[in-house]
């Protein structure tokens, strides 16, 4: 593997993040900040505990995965769709850099951002509520692992959009609503029978159930259900991804 590109893409991702401060990390922090003044202090008031955990506490691992889903899934498709808007892309094309390599240089620069965006949150959340991570090593590995596997939902969009319009389509439209009815805010077990069933349907309740539980130790579904749903979703983006590659698809429109 060519580290030294992989190294160069990488820190020139990195680098576009330190030029947009405000908009990266500042801003995604404020907002998920008023999340825990209007849920946290307004309507946790009216709901003391869910399952034995402060109301104020139990929407944490939601709301940093709300904000871990969507930060993932811009900041690749971002950063893959501008070099092809700007025709920079030829650049990486024509230097001897595997597809693996451009890869992996770029949903590695897109995740890492977002698990320093979800770090912080982390940080800023303590702030305001008590928290407890009883599995600390699985919340680490569910917060790269769902990092990992949405930036490469947004290099997939990355290449697929032949617009700015249709990079914000699917966080949007798809991620964020599927967030909010995931359980980011409630526990589905509160649900409805019917509701509940309709609910499982939902991918995102797997990834916010599994990391809620290396916090408190609920979960509304099996962790070894989440975890592999997580896998499961990891590996169809890996393979969408690679047959994007070998057909070229849209790669150097």
Same mark, same amino acid.
């Given at each position: ?122 940080? =800023? *959340?303590?702030? &305001?509520?008590? %928290?407890?991570?009883?599995?600390? +090593? #699985?919340?680490?590995? /569910?917060?790269? @692992? =769902? *990092?990992?596997? &949405?930036?490469? %939902?947004?290099?997939?969009?990355? +290449? #697929?959009?032949?617009? /700015?319009?249709? @990079? ?86």
């Amino acid at each position: 593997m060519n580290f030294y590109a992989v190294r160069a893409i990488y820190n020139f991702e990195m680098a576009r993040t330190r030029r947009t401060l405000m908009q990266s990390i500042i801003s995604p922090v404020i907002s998920t900040s008023l999340y825990f003044v209007v849920f946290g202090a307004a309507i946790g008031s009216r709901i003391p505990e869910i399952d034995g955990v402060p109301y104020g506490a139990f929407i944490v691992p939601g709301l940093i995965m709300l904000s871990l889903l969507t930060q993932s899934v811009t900041n690749a498709s971002f950063g893959i769709y501008f070099p092809r808007f700007t025709g920079t892309i030829y650049e990486v094309l024509s230097a001897p850099v595997s597809y693996m390599e451009i890869v992996c240089a770029y949903v590695g620069a897109a995740a890492t951002k977002s698990i320093i965006l979800g770090v912080i949150m982390l940080g =800023t *959340a303590a702030l &305001f509520v008590p %928290l407890r991570i009883e599995h600390p +090593i #699985w919340m680490v590995f /569910f917060l790269v @692992l =769902t *990092a990992v596997t &949405f930036s490469l %939902l947004g290099f997939i969009i990355g +290449i #697929w959009a032949d617009g /700015f319009e249709k @990079l914000q389509l699917v966080p949007l439209l798809i991620i964020t609503p599927l967030t909010f009815l995931g359980g980011s805010f409630y526990s589905t077990s509160i649900l409805p029978p019917f509701w509940r069933a309709v609910t499982l349907f939902n991918p995102v309740v797997y990834l916010i159930s599994g990391f809620r539980w290396s916090f408190y130790g609920l979960a509304d579904v099996s962790v070894a259900v989440s975890l592999g749903m997580t896998l499961l979703f990891l590996t169809i983006f890996l393979a969408i991804v690679a047959w994007m590659f070998k057909t070229g698809y849209r790669l150097k429109n």
